[in-house]
């Protein structure tokens, strides 16, 4: 133990200082170590469990995601027929009054002709009895001299058959 003399180190100091040392390691480990282990221990099972939440956020989130983009397509598939049917319920109402319109043309052209030939056939008959009277007339004024009443009205009635 000379040599610890020599060096300065006096044994019963060192034997306070190891005994303070100790006791103070003990009090730090009872009152400081442990806590301090047991928050460290709840900050790294909470930061675990905040990972852990995060992928399954993560991963309901793709979720969401693929859903959404499926609901989407759907969607767009659904406008599309919706369009699809509209142009082709367009198209057929278009066709459907073309087909009217040219229905309503044919008519009134059928009406129009029919009109026609019933004129047609009302100022014949005016022109005829206009025409026979006219005849009458030039008849009665030509053959008012040379023949008598009685032969008169035969040549007329005759006349007027042939019309």
């Keep these: ?28 480990k009872k009152l400081l170590y442990k806590p301090i282990l047991k928050v460290l221990k709840e900050r790294k099972d909470t930061i675990a469990q905040s990972l852990k939440n995060a992928e399954e956020i993560e991963k309901k989130l793709l979720k969401t995601e693929e859903e959404k983009e499926k609901v989407l397509r759907v969607a767009a598939n659904d406008a599309k027929k919706i369009i699809d049917e ?5 198209e057929q109402v278009l066709a459907d009054a073309h087909a009217r319109a040219q229905l309503d043309i044919k008519d009134m052209l059928a009406k129009g002709q029919q009109a026609i030939v019933s004129e ?11 025409l026979s009277e006219v005849v009458i007339v030039s008849l009665r004024k030509v053959i008012a001299g040379s023949l008598d009443l009685k ?13």
Excluded at 13 to 22: D, G
Excluded at 120 to 130: A, D, G
Aim: hydrophobic share 50%.
């Design 120 to 130: 047609r056939e009302k100022m014949q008959q005016e022109m005829r009895e206009e």
């Design 86 to 90: 509209a142009t082709k319920s367009g």
């Design 151 to 163: 032969k008169q009205q035969e040549v007329v009635d005759s006349a007027i058959k042939k019309l």
């Design 1 to 28: 133990m000379d040599f610890l003399k020599d060096f300065g180190v006096q044994p019963i100091l060192l034997a306070a200082q190891i005994v303070n040392f100790l006791a103070l390691l003990f009090i730090l």
